[in-house]
């Protein structure tokens, strides 16, 4: 499940990651493929947890690379961690398998970008590790792995594998990377201006959303709408 990671990790210099099982993929894909392909026109890489074939095959004639394991070659001890395991394994998967060279976008695949990054947005997210903060934590829905932390990816993974595989712990993903990055410089994404981690409540609350570079609604009313964007969209 860890280790058996099926398919060739991409060789661009610069490349945005997010990971996925089935139901998302199908949900939330679509969005986060048209609207990143639009304003930030990076390649985009997509880690699959339990894929059908179906989903890898839309994936190749869109020309998006890919890599996916299945759960069923591994063991997962407590009742919740699938859903942790979805959480970190794109983290995982960056800190085994990114190259020396590469600059890699980590977003949440329910997330979408609603315009296009000025150019000094762009220095920002790029020369270093950057995240947004809110309420003292490192936000893992948007932020960037710089070629130059390459060691300290590589801790972050396997930190969280070793959280999933032993530990009674939910939200192993924002623990992690509070506990290795909070120490070390990283460039700040305002929150605000890149992205709103508020409960989506009232239409106030909406705007300032909406207002942002990305969008991410947050609580189970995000997740129970529907998404306009399907793959008719995009196919």
Request: glycine content about 4%; overall charge neutral; proline content about 3%.
């Amino acid at each position: 499940m860890f280790e058996n990671v099926i398919g060739n990790w991409p060789s661009h210099d610069r490349l945005i990651l997010t990971s996925c099982d089935e139901a998302y993929f199908n949900k939330y894909f679509p969005r986060f493929y048209q609207t990143f392909t639009q304003h930030w026109q990076l390649p985009i890489h997509v880690h699959m947890i339990d894929p059908s074939q179906q989903s890898l095959g839309r994936l190749e004639d869109l020309g998006v690379s890919y890599t996916y394991c299945n759960t069923s070659t591994g063991y997962l001890k407590w009742a919740y961690s699938f859903e942790t395991y979805c959480q970190a394994q794109r983290f995982i998967i960056l800190g085994n398998k990114a190259l020396d060279t590469q600059s890699v976008i980590v977003a949440d695949v329910d997330a979408y970008a609603l315009r296009s990054p000025s150019t000094a947005q762009k220095d920002t997210l790029f020369q270093d590790m950057a995240f947004t903060t809110y309420n003292t934590r490192l936000m893992a829905t948007f932020c960037h792995f710089h070629p130059s932390r390459r060691q300290e990816s590589l801790q972050v993974a396997r930190m969280m594998k070793d959280m999933i595989l032993n530990v009674d712990t939910i939200g192993v993903d924002q623990q992690v990377l509070k506990k290795v990055f909070s120490q070390l410089p990283y460039n700040e994404l305002t929150h605000g201006e890149w992205i709103s981690h508020l409960d989506v409540k009232t239409s106030a609350q909406k705007k300032q959303h909406e207002a942002c570079l990305i969008y991410h609604e947050k609580g189970t009313r995000g997740k129970n709408k529907s998404v306009g964007t399907t793959w008719t969209d995009i196919e």
